[in-house]
C-alpha cells in the first residue's frame, strides 16, 4: 500500500499558475505509474495526466496538453503537476494515485492508492 498526500491547491485567476505536489510513502517501489485525475462537482473523476516511475514517460489529457506539466523525483518520492494557463473549466477536486502496468493509466481501474484530494479553483 502506497500512502499519498497533495499539496498547493487554492484559487487563482484565469490565465495564472499552480503547482500541485503529491508525496509518497510505503511500498513506493512497486507502483509503475503516478497520475494526477481531477473531479468537478456533478462531474466523473476524470484523467489529467501520468507519468513513469522509473522512464518519466509521460501521458496528458487532450484538454491539458501543453498547459499541465506532470513531472516526478524519484529520490524524494514526489509527482509534481505543474499547471499553467489556467481556465476557469480546471477548477476541481485534483486526486494523485499510483497504479500498476498493466491497464491504461488513463482509467481510474489502473491506479490503486489514492490521495485525500486538494482543491483547485480558478477564478474567470
Known amino acids: 500500500q502506497v500512502q499519498l498526500v497533495e499539496s498547493g491547491g487554492g484559487l487563482v485567476q484565469a490565465g495564472g499558475s499552480l503547482r500541485l505536489s503529491c508525496a509518497a510513502a510505503?511500498?513506493?517501489?512497486?507502483?509503475?505509474?503516478g497520475g494526477w485525475f481531477r473531479q468537478a462537482p456533478g462531474k466523473e473523476r476524470e484523467f489529467v495526466a501520468a507519468?513513469?516511475?522509473?522512464?518519466?514517460?509521460?501521458l496528458y489529457a487532450d484538454s491539458v496538453k501543453g498547459r499541465f506539466t506532470i513531472s516526478r523525483d524519484n529520490a524524494k518520492n514526489t509527482v509534481d503537476l505543474q499547471m499553467n494557463s489556467l481556465k476557469f473549466e480546471d477548477t476541481a477536486v485534483y486526486y494523485c494515485?499510483?497504479?500498476?502496468?498493466?491497464?491504461?493509466?488513463?482509467?481510474?481501474?489502473?491506479?490503486?492508492?489514492w490521495g485525500q484530494g486538494t482543491q483547485v479553483s480558478v477564478s474567470s
Open positions: 507519468i513513469t516511475w522509473r522512464a518519466g514517460t509521460a
Open positions: 494515485a499510483t497504479g500498476q502496468a498493466g491497464i491504461m493509466p488513463t482509467t481510474t481501474r489502473a491506479y490503486d492508492s
Open positions: 510505503g511500498r513506493t517501489f512497486s507502483a509503475y505509474w
